[in-house]
């Protein structure tokens, strides 16, 4: 889990630099940023398969936050927790073999440690609401 956790905080990183430079530069800049940062193939894997996939689905994966934001607009919100929450609803929509609740402890961990100690309370809501509607639904199905 050590990797794990080094590659989403790595891939944090990368979409803060994309988040604030731009689309072109950030990915361009994450390649170079992630071999930089790691020479541990299998951190830079998963690295890489969060931010691509993320970039993929981008569009998809803001509005997801967006819904469940109350009061919150996704550009108005610190820029290391909208990340932290692009990551996180990335691996629980895209990534079935990693357990929801390690999604959501390990967001909430990176939130506190990057952000402010009201960060993974804040990341826990939008990402508990989340999981609860795609429970409920699964259920209802």
């Known amino acids: 889990m050590a990797k794990r956790r080094a590659a989403r905080e790595l891939a944090l990183q990368c979409l803060h630099q994309w988040d604030l430079q731009g ?19 299998v951190v830079r894997d998963y690295c890489r398969q969060l931010v691509e996939t993320y970039w993929e689905n ?3 994966i803001d509005e997801s936050i967006s819904a469940r934001a109350s009061n919150w607009k996704i550009d108005r919100m610190a820029v290391v927790d909208r990340n932290v929450l692009r990551l996180a609803i990335t691996e629980l929509t895209h990534f079935p073999d990693v357990p929801p609740k390690v999604v959501i402890d390990e967001a909430i961990e990176i939130a506190k440690r990057f952000s402010t100690e009201r960060s993974g ?11 609860a509607e795609r429970e409920e639904s699964h259920g209802a199905g």
Do not use: H, K, Q, W
């Open 58 to 60: 981008a569009i998809d």
């Open 23 to 41: 689309p072109d530069t950030g990915r361009e800049g994450a390649s170079e940023l992630i071999g930089r940062l790691t020479t541990d193939p």
């Open 121 to 131: 309370s804040f990341v826990n809501g939008i990402l508990d609401r989340m999981l």
